[in-house]
C-alpha cells in the first residue's frame, strides 16, 4: 500500500495502453539504463549505456531524444530539438493553410421532378463536385408520395449514375421520415480543386485585347 494521505496517480493511457505524452522525453529526463541509438543523420549506433548516450550528445552539442519509448530498449536520437520542434511546427502550419474544409451543400429534389428541373438540379450537383465539396441530395415526399419509396430511390440512383465521373456515393440512400437521403462525396478534394481553379485563372488570356 502507498503512504498515508497519498493518492496514487494513474497516467493518461493511450488506445494502445500507453501513456499519452505530448513531448518526448530529452536529455536527462530519459530515465533507461540503455538505449538504442540513432545518430543525426539516421545512422545506427546500436544500443549502448545512457551516459554513453548522453556523453556523445553534448559532445555533438546536440540532444538525446527518445523517439520509441516503448521499444526496448527504447530508441532515442541524437538531434537538434529546438530545430526539430521549429521545423515540425512549420510543417504543421503549412498543412493546415493547404487544407481546405470540406463543405456539405443540399440538393432538394421532388420525386417526380420533370427533365428541366433534373438538369438544372443535376448541374448544380455537377458543380459543387468539381469544386470538391459533398452534396446532400433530399428527397422530398408529399401525400400519397410517401408510399412510394422507390420514386425516390430510383431518382437518387439516378443522379449518382449520372455524377459518377466526378462523385461517389459516400453514404447510400436512406429513408429519414418523409424524406429520403443521400450524400455524394467528391473524387477530388477540396485543395485539389481549388489549386485547379488558380491555376485556371491564370492560364486564362486578358481580356479586352486586341490581336
Known sequence: MGKPGMRPVRAALSPQGGPISAEPRI???????EVRLVGPNGEQVGIVPIAK???LARESDLDLVEVAPTARPPVAKLMDYGKFK?????KAREARKNQAHTVIKEIKLRPKIDPHDYET???HVVRFLKQGDKVKVTIMFRGREQSR????????????DDVEELGFVEARPKQDGR??????????KKAEAKAERVAGHAQRPDSGLGS
Open 86 to 90: 521549429y521545423e515540425s511546427a512549420m
Open 149 to 160: 419509396p422507390e420514386l425516390g430511390f430510383r431518382l437518387l440512383q439516378r443522379l449518382a
Open 53 to 55: 548516450a548522453l556523453e
Open 27 to 33: 536529455n536527462d529526463r530519459i530515465r533507461v539504463p
Open 179 to 188: 424524406n429520403m437521403i443521400m450524400v455524394i462525396g467528391p473524387k477530388k
Open 121 to 123: 438540379k443535376k448541374g
